[in-house]
């Protein structure tokens, strides 16, 4: 079946360390984003990438980088720097903007708490 | 820039009535995009409705319409025949059609409750 897998699904970090989520994709889609949610709010655009080795900030980047080595691999690192980095992340992938809606597919969630 | 105002925090309905979660967006783009999205309390976010700003017809996907008033700058969910399974939070969200602009920007959403 194709999909996004982002794993794991729940991460317990120390103040201070950084972390990396993982988010993988197998519907040949060029466009991959990370979003961050916090709790009763919509999300929020870390991230995105249109083709491997190329990405760009999106609203909220400080504290957090991204790769792209792969067009089916999009990890993230919360890094240290990242003040407040508890919150649910979404990974998302899409075709190229173009004719039609091109909706974003979003992965499962981690769910991140930095104590 | 873009933005998306959803007003109701929360809805409630019965099973099997209809209701309608509110969007109101602004945006100096010509031509965009309107989505709506379902977040369970899994988490996941899965794509129910798609409505461009050039499209004539209000989109429907089974249950799911959306009542596109352009003129009013809104993008109302219109869910029929409200299923329990229907009880998520609901986010509406938009972004530019062309260009190099992929950013979708998202509304804080409606909690839907569907009451047995």
């Known amino acids: ?115 | 820039a873009q933005k998306i105002t959803q007003t109701q925090p929360g809805m409630f309905v019965q099973e099997k009535e209809a209701v309608t979660l509110d969007c109101t967006y602004d945006t100096s783009d010509q031509s965009y995009g309107l989505f709506w999205y379902k977040q369970p309390s899994s988490g996941e976010m899965i794509f129910l409705i798609y409505q461009g700003s050039y499209d004539e017809q209000n989109a429907t996907e089974g249950r799911y319409s959306l009542n596109f008033q352009k003129a009013r700058k809104s993008a109302n969910l219109v869910i029929s025949a409200s299923q329990l399974g229907d009880s998520a939070m609901y986010f509406c969200a938009m972004r530019p059609r062309g260009g190099s602009n992929y950013k979708l920007t998202f509304g804080k959403g409606t909690l839907l409750t569907v009451n047995p």
Not at chain 1, 38 to 65: T, W
Not at chain 1, 96 to 109: A, D, I, K
């Open chain 1, 1 to 115: 079946d194709g999909g996004i897998t982002q794993s794991p699904k729940y991460l317990f970090r120390k103040e201070g360390q950084n972390v990396t989520l993982s988010c993988e994709q197998n519907l040949n889609h060029d466009a991959m984003y990370w979003y961050r949610q916090d709790p009763g709010q919509g999300l929020r655009l870390i991230y995105y990438s249109q083709i491997v080795n190329d990405f760009q900030k999106g609203d909220i980047a400080e504290g957090y980088s991204v790769s792209r080595e792969k067009k089916e691999s999009f990890p993230l690192t919360v890094t240290s720097a990242q003040k407040n980095p508890t919150a649910f992340y979404l990974c998302a992938s899409s075709m190229l903007l173009g004719r039609g809606s091109y909706e974003q597919y979003f992965g499962p969630g981690t769910r991140l708490t930095v104590t």
